[in-house]
Every structure is written in C-alpha cells, then in structure tokens.
C-alpha cells in the first residue's frame, strides 16, 4: 500500500513539473481570426535563452518558417492570405503551445461597397463646397 | 527587444538642444504679446510663408511621420496611398479658410461658428466632439514621443514621452500661437530637408528589386491591389483626415490668424507640399521584412526600419525629424485646444463677463493642464497609434457636414447639424468595434450627411449670414 502511495506521489510529481516545464514559454496571439492578414502573438519565457519561433500552414508544422526572438516580447506579423497559420515557440529544450490564427479577409464585395460609398461621399463633398463657393462667390460679385 | 542606434546620451543630447531651442524661442516671441489676440491668434497678420509652414508643419505630425508606416505595414501600398490622401483634407479648407476669414473676421474657435450658426445644443454637442478629438490627438502625440525614443534610443517610453510633452508645454505657454508659428517655419525647413536626406539614403541602400521579391514572398497581402481592408480604408482616411481639419480649432484658429487673403493660398501650398511625406514615410516600412526586423508593435515600424537602414546618423536626422514634427504638432493642438476651453467653456459657459485679460491669463493655465492631463493619459500605453488615432475617426467625420453646409448653405439648421453628429459618430463607433477601424470615418460621414440633409430640409429654415452675433462683437 505503502510503495503504491509512493508511486503515484512519484507520478505526481513528474507531472507537475513535466506541465511546468512546458508551461515555460506561453504564446499567445490578440486574435484567433484576422480579417485583416495582421495579427500579434506574444510570449513569456524564464528560459532567458534565445528562442525560435515557427510558423507553419499544417498543425504539424511539416513545412515551417522560422524568426529568432527574444525571451520575451510581441511580434507585429503581417501581410497574410487567407488560410489557417500555426505558430509555437521553442528553444534548446523546449516547445511552447501551439496557436492557430485564421487569416480570413473581407470579401471584395464588402470592401468595394465600402470603396464607392467613400468615392460617392467625396464628390458630393467637392460638390457641395464648390457649389456653395460658387454661390458666395457670385452674391459678393 | 529594441536594438538602438541612437545612444542614450545622444538622445538626451538632442532632446535637451531643440527643447531648449524652442523654449527660447518661446520666451523671446511671447513677449510681444500683449492682448488675448496677440497671444491666441498671433495679432491675426501671419504672411504667406508662415502661414503656409504653420500649415504644412503642423499636419506633418506623428500620424505622418510614425502612423504612415503602421499602415504600410498593415495594410501594404493601399495604406500608403491612402495615408497620402489626406492632404486632400488641407486642400479642401483652402476655400472654406477664405470664407471663415470672411464672415467672422473676428472669431477665436470654430466653436464660436457653431454656437451662432447652429444654438446652443449643437455648440455643446460640437465641443464634447471637438474636445475628445483634441485628447485623442494629444495623448497619440505623446505616445508617438516615448515610442519615438525607445525604438530609436532604448530610453525609456515614459521618460521621452515626459520630456517632449514637459519641451512643448513650456514653450506654448510661454509665446502663445505667434511662439507655435514661428517654431512651425523653423521645424518645416528641418522636417522637408530630414525627409529628402532620408527618401536619398533609403533609395541608396534599398533595392526596389530586393524589397519588392522579399514583401512578395513573405507578406504577400501588402503588395495586392484588392487586399479588402486596404480598399475599405482609403476614402476612411480622406474622410477622417477632412474631418480633423475641417472641425478642429488648430485649424479654425489658423484661418482666423492668417492675414486678409492669405488663409487660401496657404492651405492649397500646404496640402502640395505634404503629399509625397507619407508615401516617403510609409515606403521605409515595406522593407522591414527584407531587412527580418522583429516588430513588436506595428507603430514602432517606422523608426525601427530607418534605423537600422539608415545606421546611426540616419537615425539622428530621423530623431530630429520626427521630434520636430511632433513638437509642431503638439504645440499646435495645445493652443487651439486651450483657445477653445478658454473661450467655449470658460467664457461660455462659466464666466460669461470675463475680461480678455482674465482670458489670456485662464488659458495659460489651462495650457499647463492640458500638458499634465495629456502626461497622465499617455503614461499606461494602451494602444497602437493609429488605432488610437482612428477610434476619433468616428468623431470628427460627424462634423464635416455641419461645417461645410453650415458655411455655405441657409438650409442648414440647428436640429439637423445635432442630429448628424450624433447619429454619426454613434454609427461609426459601430464600425469601429464591428468591422475595424479603418471604416469608422466613413460610416461616420454617411449617416451624418443623411441626417443633416434629411432633417434641416423638413425644417425649411433660412439662415441670415448677416446675423452673426460675433462679427459684431457679441461673443
């Protein structure tokens, strides 16, 4: 009874400190879905070495790209199509979790509809102004 | 995180010489002022070339010279030309300055418009709009300071911050809107000369070749034409940009400043002159990915990526640069803002029978007030720039309709002018949180105009021009 309570303290104990390891370096991003290809991912690290961080289009990170960071900071990315991006971070030892961003822009639809509401707005703006100057122009004559 | 390449000691060097350069030209320009009109609108006789400097000077601001790359290397080619768009805000008060100047020769606020064209609520509800946007522009202008120096210089964010907002104060303060313009003419010929010197360097050191092959690869979205948000956002920043100018006292205070004849010839020269800023400014950014800076913050773009191109003396004429466009600015929007509280809040609502001189005191100390309010704004860095800067979008393109009929048409009323600002910011903060910020000026503009147009033609009303109580002196 004795040896089997040791056990499972044992077991316990390698697991907190398994999870605490890797809970070391926690990455974070400040949007699970960007319309707009930019996004900020975060991490914090007691590693205090130089750590990589990957990005890939497979959960499995097959096919990665990699930026050498600091222990702790942001990055700014940007400039993404759409489709599913995975990132984590690791160092010598150890691997962060994994985050998942979803690049899913406008549609164009939206975004020219968008684009003629502003254009209309502009003329009817120099319209107005040189409609009313025109006028005033002409009483001061 | 930040590799400086400007040394501290540098950065403290140069901070310390222009502060003192323009304290000193504060103090020697402030004492020639006498009256209340000396000191809020300069003795209204600013010539050609100041006025014209003033102008350009004050609009090149961190939002040109530190935003123009966040959106580059946000929103790719589209950010930056949109972000160029708004000289078309300078270009297009160039009429409206010569018609302020012309029915209230002796107005102080384009609050003092509002009040006698509109009534009472409508000037309420303009101050509340023109206040935020004021303290938006500010607390962005005091981040783009501390965000300026770290990036650059490694020194801390709250202590550049500090000393640039403690520099401006002071000098504000001390010459009034005749000590802002003076320093504006100085700080153009520093800001057009840095820019070229940075867009030949940049050209030198970058190949087009180089940097379009890396944006291509790696962020592909900046250099597509149809990348949606970017399309959305090039007539919001127009918009957003008339909006500023056209509400804003800076602006207001500007025309009612500017010699007889001058206010229109200045503002089409200014809105020419800063077009190509942003492009040169916002150009830099789209290499950041070929030279493989990691950008902590997108605002941060800008000074990091000619840091590290330019080398250490390129970043010196970018600190000088930048400081100067962000003490013209500052300066600037501290005095019509004090203008503004001094003469709408305090002598319009408070104290009613104030004298100038009491005036001219009261709005000293609310200059140093607005300088502290501003520092302990800035000091929790809670967001980007232009996010910051975009979030008042929703605000000031409310305005542009009130201003614009309200100058030039009599069917244009009271009820109608309240209504399309309300309506209109509340539906572009809408935007703001449900679609983005690059969208929120222009949802703004919209109901705003359906508003203003709908309501004041039920109304009928017929608007007497010659009846503006402060051309007679009734303020």
Redesign the interface.
Known sequence: MQTRVCTVSWLVFLLTVSSSCIAEIRLSSDSDIS????F?LSWQSDAGRPLTLEQSQTETFNDI?T????A?????L????DGNYFFRISSDVEISNTVEVLVS????S???S??F???L??F???T??F???S??GLQND | ?INAVVSPGVALFILLVFGMLWITAGYYLGRKNKTLDDHMLAGRNVGLAFASATAMATWVTSNTTMTAPQLT????VWGMMGYSLGA?GLL?FA??AG?IKKILPHGFTSGDFIRERYGVLAWRVFLIISLFYAFGWLISLGMAGGILVNALSGLSYHLGMSVILLVCTSYTLLGGLRAVIATDFVQTLIILMGVIIIAVLVINNIGFETLHTS?QE?????LSL????A??F???N??FG?GEIFHSNVWWSRAFAFRKNIGTKAFYISGLLWLPIPIVAGFIALSA?SL?L?????DM?GPMVAGKILGTSGAVIVFIVIFSALASSLDSLLAATSDLITQDIYRGHINKSASDERCYRFGKYIIVALGLATWLLCLPRLTTLASLLYFTGAFVASA?WPI??G???RWATGPGAVAAMLGGTVSGLFAYFN??F??AA?VS??VS?LLMVSISLLQKAEFKFENIAVDKGVT
Do not use: D
Request: net charge positive.
């Open positions: 319309p707009e290809g930019y900020v790209k930026y050498i960071l600091p702790e900071g942001s990055i700014t940007t400039g993404f199509v822009h406008h549609a164009l939206r975004a020219f968008f684009f509401l502003g254009l707005l502009f009817i703006l120099l107005a102004i409609i009313g100057h006028r005033v | 995180m290397y946000q929103l790719g078309v297009l009429p409206l018609r944006v790696s962020n592909p979205m900046l149809l990348f949606p948000a399309i959305m090039l007539f919001n127009l918009l008339v990915p493989g990691m950008v902590p913050s997108a773009v542009i614009v009929f100058l030039y048409f679609i983005g690059y969208v222009l503009c919209a105009l």
